[in-house]
């Protein structure tokens, strides 16, 4: 499926607007429209940008800045003014845009000024702060909102408060002292091991991180906190850290989790967290693994090291370790344990929403297999539609060629186990795969009989669209059900 930023570089400028989703794809048009010297058009994208982008301060702000660059500012002031901040960060950002967009100085300062006055809870209160430290330079002011942040934040969100002494106020000392105590306050595990990451983040103090952690050690419960602890030792405060950090800690809070009768979800991250991070592969066995599957063994086998790197890296890098090594053992076995983790789950999450010509199919065919063995098990823990999943995956499949087979058993395994809400997607898409091949094929019949009306496609209803029409044989009733959703 195309998407509007490859018609904008096909210079399809019409067919651009119709791929146009995100306020993104409007502003990208605008400025093809401005460099072509349509003004008129440019000016009516530029304004769809700001109308599809209200109550999000970024389009707000970039729609702004582009009647600004046509010679609009009145336009721009009234975009600007027309943005009502909910939170304090909002109100940040917009001060910032009236100075830097309109090098209105008089506005930014009524921007915070109003923020401070709305502002009762701690972090609005610390937004709030740096607004006034950072972009009117009134300390004074900064200081006392701190404060009252103090005073009534939870022990957790004294991280903010610190943050802004340090960073906003200029006073690290201040800062420790938040810290310090935000740590003893703390009567939650999980909250403390957090804390391991606030001062490495903050002051890269090694002491400090381990007594965050020897204080959540104090306070686990039961298995989970544990789980947390195990991991906060593995990190050390650095989530991107690629070795363990304390293999003591890792292993004694794994041991501490494995005593208290897990669940089955909590015995399958214990035993990849023996495997992961201590290298303990045989230490305990998961709970529950996923069955084999061809088409995921099929695409396991394409993938090279460097694209399951790619969808390793999908959120910006974060977590990158992590993801790496829970994405290698699928790409060396096909199975996993499910319902799938959070390492790799969002990842492979992340990257299902990859489009445009310059899509990596097997990448993404490779994670969208992984969630739909996943969607199979009642328990997935999946974010999303069903549909969102299998479009992208029928797409790719299709695109790499000689693996309709292997996708047709995977859907009808989802179709036979997955909850019954999300099967009408499984069978749509494998009507579709099936009709593609042979239209007069009689097992599309019973498939598309049992289809509901047409309803919702979620996030992909015009790939669901583009998909149908692609095929000119296609049942009428399937092609009513996608291209009929979310018209």
Same mark, same amino acid.
């Given at each position: ?26 502003? $990208? ?101 740096? &607004?006034?430290?950072?972009? =009117? ?31 906003? *106020? ?12 935000? *740590? ?5 595990? %999980?909250?403390?091991?957090? @804390?391991?990451?606030?001062? $490495?983040? =903050? @002051? ?32 050390? &405060? ?9 293999? &003591? ?10 005593? =208290?009768?897990? /669940? ?48 390793? %890296?999908?959120?910006?890098?974060? /977590? ?45 065919? @490779? ?5 739909? *063995? ?6 997935? %823990? ?7 999943? =299998? ?97």
């Amino acid at each position: 499926m195309l998407t509007a930023k490859d018609l904008i570089a096909r210079g399809d400028l019409a067919a651009a607007e119709e791929a146009a989703s995100w306020a993104d794809d409007w502003l $990208r048009i605008a400025d093809a429209y401005q460099a072509r010297g349509s003004i008129d058009d440019a000016r009516r994208c530029a304004d769809r940008a700001a109308s599809v982008g209200r109550g999000e301060i970024w389009p707000t702000r970039y729609a702004a800045e582009r009647f600004v660059a046509l010679g609009d500012r009145a336009r721009a002031v009234a975009i600007l003014d027309a943005f009502t901040p909910g939170r304090g960060y909002e109100a940040n950002l917009l001060a910032r845009a009236y100075r830097e967009v309109l090098g209105d100085e008089e506005a930014a300062a009524r921007c915070i000024e109003a923020a401070a006055a709305r502002a009762q809870e701690a972090n609005d209160l610390c937004d709030a702060a740096a &607004g006034y430290a950072e972009q =009117l330079g009134e300390l004074a002011t900064a200081r006392a909102l701190l404060e009252h942040a103090e005073r009534q934040a939870s022990p957790r969100a004294l991280w903010d408060v610190a943050i802004r002494w340090k960073e906003s *106020v200029r006073d690290p000392d201040r800062a420790r002292e938040v810290l310090g105590r935000a *740590v003893l306050a703390c009567r939650d595990a %999980r909250d403390t091991c957090a @804390f391991a990451i606030a001062w $490495r983040s =903050l @002051f890269d103090d090694d002491a400090q991180v381990r007594g965050a952690i020897a204080r959540a050690e104090s306070l686990a419960a039961n298995a989970a906190d544990w789980i947390h602890v195990a991991e906060a030792w593995r990190d050390g &405060g650095r989530t991107e850290r690629q070795s363990t950090w304390d293999e &003591g800690g890792v292993r004694r809070a794994l041991e501490a989790a494995l005593a =208290l009768s897990p /669940s089955a979800d909590q015995q399958n991250e214990i035993a990849a967290g023996f495997r992961r991070w201590l290298g303990e592969a045989d230490r305990v066995a998961p709970a529950t693994q996923s069955a084999p599957d061809a088409l995921l063994d099929r695409l396991r086998a394409r993938l090279t090291i460097d694209q399951l790197d790619g969808i390793a %890296r999908a959120d910006y890098g974060m /977590s990158f370790e992590k993801h790496r090594a829970a994405l290698l053992e699928i790409h060396a076995t096909g199975r996993f344990a499910v319902p799938l983790d959070w390492y790799p789950r969002e990842v492979c999450e992340l990257r299902r929403w990859d489009e445009g010509a310059a899509v990596d199919h097997v990448q993404r065919a @490779f994670c969208c297999a992984i969630l739909a *063995v996943d969607a199979a098990s009642p328990e997935s %823990r999946q974010v999303g539609e069903l549909g969102d999943v =299998l479009a992208p995956l029928v797409e790719s499949v299709w695109a790499l060629g000689g693996l309709e087979a292997a996708l047709d058993a995977l859907l009808e395994r989802v179709i036979a186990t997955a909850p019954e809400w999300t099967a009408p997607w499984g069978r749509a898409a494998l009507a579709l795969s099936i009709a593609r091949r042979d239209a007069a094929d009689p097992r599309i019949a019973a498939l598309v009989e049992s289809l509901p009306d047409p309803d919702r496609a979620g996030q992909r209803a015009r790939l669901w669209r583009e998909l149908a029409r692609s095929i000119t044989a296609a049942p009428a009733r399937l092609v009513a059900f996608l291209v009929g959703v979310d018209r």
